[in-house]
Structure formats: structure tokens, C-alpha cells
T-cell receptor, first 113, second 116 residues
Framework: DQQVKQNSPSLSVQEGRISILNCDYT??????FLWYKKYPAEGPTFLIS?????DKNEDGRFTVFLNKSAKHLSLHIVPSQPGDSAVYFC????????????FGTGTRLKVLA | ETGVTQTPRHLVMGMTNKKSLKCEQH?????MYWYKQSAKKPLELMFV???????ENNSVPSRFSPECPNSSHLFLHLHTLQPEDSALYLC???????????????FGNGTRLTVT
């Protein structure tokens, strides 16, 4: 049973436009959500996070929105740049004896110049 | 440069070999993790160590054996692996346990393992 789902395996966006990546989760115990970016041959790099007590967190071109009632979060990148082309992973965390981080399958974003 | 260093970057081993993956974190974190990434699957949590104690073993086969001698070093000992164990193995660290503070995971660049 996949607790964190990214239903879009890929997304193409024109440079300068907004990229919206989506993520759904099922476990109500999750209280901390994160987005990671991964280039080929590198490990995932932390981008931005949000606590369950908030509904929005912004860092430069990146904004994460959390809708707890819908168990949905999204990452907005504005404006999108070619260097943003990568695989983006959504992750959710909860505490059960130790902090656990559950990842989605990723969305491959391609920003077209 | 990443604060989490993994060696080797690539490893090819036969099913009868014994090898070890090494991870070192330079971030002063107190928790370390092993994840497995297979093609078209989410990152799978394998093991968690918190303050050098193993706090999670996510039903991983015994042919994978972790070792955490201190809070900065983590090993994954491999023996009699199967071809389906070929994957990218990622180490991560975080700072956990402080009240009200949640730390993201910081990953190394992984070891690409091929079992022949």
C-alpha cells in the first residue's frame, strides 16, 4: 500500500511558466512534508518543507501548498527554468519510535527553453 | 559538496561475493538511514539508526546487514545477494529528537550496485 503517491510520472513546461507538481497521501499521522529534487547520478537534494500546522511555505521561486482535508500537497515553481529539469520526489514524515520518511515515486519535470 | 559521503559510487559484485557500502556524514546529525531505490519504485526505507541504535528494520532480508559504529558512520554489509538487489543504495542523515524541530533528510549521492 503506497502511502505517498505522485500520479504524474512526467511533466513538461515552457520556460518562464509555472510548474505544478502534485502529491497525495493517505496516512493521517504524517505531520511534516518535504520536496526533493534529484539529478541523474546524484542523491536527492532537499528543496522545501512544510509542517502540518501550516498550509503554505514559500522559498524564492518554490512554494509548497498543503491541503490537509484533501491529503494533498503541491509544489509550485515560478518561473520555471531549464535548470529545474529533474525528478521531483514528495516525502511525508511521522514519528513512530523514530522519525520515518516515506517517499513517492517521483515526477520527471522537463522545462523547455 | 554533499555533507553525506558514500563510497564506492559504483559496485559490481557476483552473487557469492561479500562487500560493504560505506556512508559518512559531516553534519553532526544523530540519525542515519539506508534507502533503496529501484527503477520505477519509490525510495524504500531499509534501516534507521538513532544515536547509534537501530530503531527500524523494514523487513529487509538478512543478506543485508547494517552497522553503525558511531553517529557519523554507517555501513551496509552485503553477502550472497541476488540480481534483483541491483539498485541505487542511498544513505541519509537527519537531526532528530529536538522538541518542535523537524529536520529534513540529507542524502549522499548513492552507490549504484549491480549484482551479476
Amino acid at each position: 500500500d503506497q502511502q505517498v503517491k505522485q500520479n504524474s510520472p512526467s511533466l513538461s513546461v515552457q520556460e518562464g511558466r509555472i510548474s505544478i507538481l502534485n502529491c497525495d497521501y493517505t496516512n493521517s499521522m504524517f505531520d511534516y512534508f518535504l520536496w526533493y529534487k534529484k539529478y541523474p547520478a546524484e542523491g536527492p537534494t532537499f528543496l522545501i518543507s512544510i509542517s502540518s500546522i501550516k498550509d503554505k511555505n514559500e522559498d524564492g521561486r518554490f512554494t509548497v501548498f498543503l491541503n490537509k482535508s484533501a491529503k494533498h500537497l503541491s509544489l509550485h515553481i515560478v518561473p520555471s527554468q531549464p535548470g529545474d529539469s529533474a525528478v521531483y520526489f514528495c516525502a511525508a514524515s511521522y514519528y513512530s519510535g523514530t522519525y520515518k520518511y516515506i517517499f513517492g515515486t517521483g515526477t520527471r519535470l522537463k522545462v523547455l527553453a | 559538496e554533499t555533507g553525506v559521503t558514500q563510497t564506492p559510487r559504483h559496485l559490481v559484485m557476483g552473487m557469492t561475493n561479500k562487500k560493504s557500502l560505506k556512508c559518512e556524514q559531516h553534519l553532526g546529525h544523530n540519525a542515519m538511514y539506508w534507502y533503496k531505490q529501484s527503477a520505477k519504485k519509490p525510495l524504500e526505507l531499509m534501516f534507521v539508526y538513532n544515536f547509534k541504535e537501530q530503531t527500524e528494520n523494514n523487513s529487509v532480508p538478512s543478506r543485508f546487514s547494517p552497522e553503525c559504529p558511531n553517529s557519523s558512520h554507517l555501513f551496509l554489509h552485503l553477502h550472497t545477494l541476488q540480481p534483483e538487489d541491483s539498485a541505487l543504495y542511498l544513505c541519509a542523515s537527519s537531526q532528530d529528537g529536538e522538541t518542535g524541530y523537524r529536520s529534513p533528510l540529507h542524502f549522499g549521492n548513492g552507490t549504484r550496485l549491480t549484482v551479476t
